[in-house]
């Protein structure tokens, strides 16, 4: 894997297992060679045994201990509570106010378990395993990709909901029903806020912006559109001319003739 996967740096604990197992076969391997030609010399056969057993005790306190040691240091006990953890923020505090609302939050302000220990409703999702047409849909509408430049700009690794503050565009954001942007605070924030964001809170923990003219969650339209591939429905979608309001984008031809009275 990346070295990026190994962060928290106690994941590469597995790494130290599986080398010490490979060294320890080939090692002990080797001395039995060596206690097979001492046999072969030595008239009593209980000292081949005993050395034996002492050498896989040795071996193993050797494996527990080493592997003991570097996770003592790298994961050390701390109290398993949330508000430890994940304290509450005044951030936190202001999204909870609305927290039926979804947010989209921009690299590197918030993360996933966060929210989730919160009770938040984030776009980000936490650790998540979406359809190719999900991780698509995201990556137009928080990465600014085009739809067409999708197949050229394939995910190397797994989808991980990364967006940038100077991509969005609040006109698509409001169609997707996120209500509130969280960025990191002022100083160490990336990117240019996209004109139309209205600031709400400001502080040293980051900042929430409100989208304007944001959709509800669930509505009913009375009209709708075919497309014949999901690109083209993206294409659609984030067209200056689309209202989500009025209509409803469809991909499966079979459904033209209900829509040609709408």
Known sequence: PGLNGFKPLARAAFLLQFALAVLAAY?????RHVLGRVAGRVRSSAIVPALGAVLVTIVAVSVVWQAY???DVLVPDQPAQARLLFPSTPLIRQLQRTPDERFLATDPSFLGATAMIHGLESAGGYDNLAPKRTENFWRVLGNGLSPTALESNRLTYAFYPQYELSQLRPELLARAGIRHVVTPPAPVRKGAIPQGLESRYEGA??????????LPRAYVVGGCEV????PAALERFIADDFDARERVILEEPSTERHCAGS
């Open 27 to 31: 090692g002990l391997e080797t001395v």
């Open 227 to 230: 497309v014949a591939t999901p």
């Open 205 to 214: 923990d980051g900042s929430v912006f409100s989208v304007p003219g944001v």
């Open 69 to 71: 040691m570097p996770l």
